[in-house]
């Protein structure tokens, strides 16, 4: 689209449209096409953040904002992350991993979504499903303090 788009515009540099009313109708064009496509880009974006992803990260945010010292680690792909928003505002809350690593301690929930790993946290004894958010599964240690208790 940018060679499209490139020689669109050196094309309508090159224009001089003869009248006021007529390079206002052209402005006012433009603008309506411009806003058009920001709105439809924006509709068609939210598959990056797909309902589930919203939902678990408006669930595990509402427990940081009153358990602000938990850690969780979260599955980290190159494909999907969970909810960039939440992760940004609570940066120090979060730990990447691509694999669960329940022996280091330092997480007291564990947010996976890929087979293998929520197979593994699944026979986990320590471990307790909290909740599912679609593909997401949120698993708490049981000795600490877990959402909804």
């Not at 904002?65 to 969780?72: G, H, L, Q």
């Not at 809350?93 to 330092?106: E, R």
């Not at 007291?108 to 499903?129: A, C, D, H, V």
Request: net charge neutral; charged share 20%; aromatic share 14%.
């Amino acid at each position: 689209m940018l060679p499209f788009t490139a020689h669109f515009l050196i094309g309508l540099a090159q224009w001089r449209p003869s009248g006021r009313l007529l390079s206002a109708g052209a402005i006012a064009i433009l603008c309506t096409a411009f806003l058009y496509d920001a709105f439809r880009i924006e509709r068609e974006s939210s598959w990056a953040f797909p309902e589930s992803d919203r939902a678990a990260g408006a669930y595990i945010k509402r427990f940081l904002e009153t358990n602000p010292d938990t850690r969780i680690q979260i599955e980290s792909s190159h494909y999907f992350y969970l909810n960039v928003l939440v992760a940004s505002q609570h940066p120090d809350a979060f730990i990447m991993s691509p694999v669960p690593d329940i022996g280091n301690d330092q997480a007291s929930l564990f947010i996976f979504q890929t087979p293998e790993s929520t197979k593994y946290l699944g026979r986990q004894t320590m471990l307790m499903l909290i909740r599912r958010f679609g593909p997401w599964s949120l698993y708490c240690v049981r000795e600490t303090k877990c959402p909804g208790q």
